[in-house]
Nanobody, 114 residues
Framework: QVLVVESGGGLVQPGGSLRLSCAAS????????VGWYRQAPGKQRELVAR???????NYPDSVKGRFTISRDNVKNTVYLQMNSLKPEDTAVYYC????????WGQGTQVTVSS
């Protein structure tokens, strides 16, 4: 069954912006914290943003000040606004629940290149 669907990726120049969306089936995200992850070729998947059920957010230093995670609990959707993108942000981006993973979606490719 498809539980999460990521979208919004694409090709953008360095310094550009993208907004990713993660739509969840039913109440998959309801009371859970949700995270955005990314995986670049040859690297492990890493958590780049997390939002609690109450809206508290956390970011690693690599994206702090550039990425913003938000959630719409009515729409069961989580967003990732990415600004000032760098080539090293190139990766496939996924969303999931850090405390209780559901099957991974297909992800959305983000490519930052001139």
């Amino acid at each position: 069954q498809v539980l999460v669907v990521e979208s919004g990726g694409g090709l953008v120049q360095p310094g550009g912006s993208l907004r990713l969306s993660c739509a969840a089936s039913g109440r998959v995200f309801s009371v859970y914290a949700v995270g955005w992850y990314r995986q670049a070729p040859g690297k492990q998947r890493e958590l780049v943003a997390r939002i609690s059920s109450g809206g508290d957010t956390n970011y690693p230093d690599s994206v702090k000040g550039r990425f913003t995670i938000s959630r719409d609990n009515v729409k069961n959707t989580v967003y990732l606004q990415m600004n000032s993108l760098k080539p090293e942000d190139t990766a496939v981006y996924y969303c999931n629940r850090p405390a209780a993973f559901v099957p991974w979606g297909q992800g959305t490719q983000v490519t930052v290149s001139s």
